[in-house]
């Protein structure tokens, strides 16, 4: 199979020929995940380690706990979060990051310091380790 090219500059978005080509199919599918609403927010809590449902909502502020629950359920089943159920009592169930979301921390952290430097403005509850 023969190796990717890498694109120079002038062509950007545009083919070889100077042609619009297909979005690149990998950040197409990033941002499929990563674009919605809330889920950014919900992998950088999970970032420092596991958490309950409670601790994950009182660190997303404005997220609805059915909104939360649909994310983490979408998390879990593109492999970036692991559902753990406690046994108690009380029964309680935790959220971790998965090797696979753990791997986001990179572009994560890129992106905030990203956000600092060119966006208006600082997005609450950031976690500081993502923090230029």
């Not at 545009?14 to 979005?23: Q, V």
């Not at 599918?29 to 809330?38: A, I, Y």
């Not at 649909?70 to 046994?87: F, I, K, M, N, P």
């Not at 905030?112 to 403005?121: K, S, V």
Request: charged share 25%.
């Amino acid at each position: 199979m023969a190796e990717p090219r890498e694109r120079t500059q002038q062509e950007g978005a545009l083919g070889a020929a100077g042609g619009c080509s297909e979005p690149e199919t990998g950040i197409t599918r990033v941002f499929q995940v990563l674009g919605k609403r809330w889920t950014g927010l919900v992998l950088a809590a999970l970032m420092n380690g596991p958490g309950h449902f409670a601790q994950i909502r009182r660190a997303v502020p404005g997220i609805s706990e059915r909104m939360l629950s649909d994310r983490l359920t979408e998390l879990a089943s593109l492999g970036l979060v692991v559902r753990t159920v406690e046994e108690g009592p009380p029964l309680r169930v935790s959220y971790t990051l998965t090797e696979t979301g753990l791997a986001l921390r990179p572009a994560m952290a890129e992106l905030t310091r990203w956000a600092d430097e060119h966006l208006p403005g600082e997005a609450p509850n950031c976690p500081e380790e993502f923090r230029a």
